[in-house]
């Protein structure tokens, strides 16, 4: 069983930052990738920003140059450092990642969320 486990949301003032961390526990030989994504009332969810293991990111346009996503691959954690927040920005984050166990082929889990809320 894998478990995401997501930390750092709040409320915070537009031009502010936080930064969110996510780790996975269980039983997990290793983790291929690890990412964050958002969703807001009504919207899709939609990725954030991704990395893998072996060091390759992605970020989505709206968040490039404000957002780092960084990973503590030993301690299977991934960070989100949010600078120069948006009211667009608020939403509900989630953590989700590749997972390699012994019993099972890789696999994606998801953390249950937490809220990001910057007001204006």
């Known amino acids: 069983q894998v478990q995401l486990v997501e930390s750092g949301g709040g409320l915070v003032q537009a031009g502010g930052s936080l930064r969110l961390s996510c780790a996975a526990s269980?039983?997990?030989?290793?983790?291929?990738?690890m990412g964050w994504y958002r969703q807001a009332p009504g919207k899709q969810r939609e990725l954030v920003a991704t990395?893998?293991?072996?060091?390759?990111?992605n970020y989505a346009d709206s968040v490039k140059g404000r957002f780092t996503i960084s990973r503590d691959n030993a301690k299977n954690t991934v960070y989100l450092q949010m600078n120069s927040l948006k009211p667009e920005d608020t939403a509900v984050y989630y953590c989700?990642?590749?997972?390699?166990?012994?019993?099972?082929?890789?696999?994606?889990?998801w953390g249950q969320g937490t809220q990001v809320t910057v007001s204006s």
């Open positions: 990395k893998t293991s072996g060091g390759s990111t």
């Open positions: 989700k990642a590749m997972v390699v166990t012994i019993q099972r082929p890789p696999d994606y889990y």
């Open positions: 269980g039983s997990i030989f290793s983790i291929n990738a």
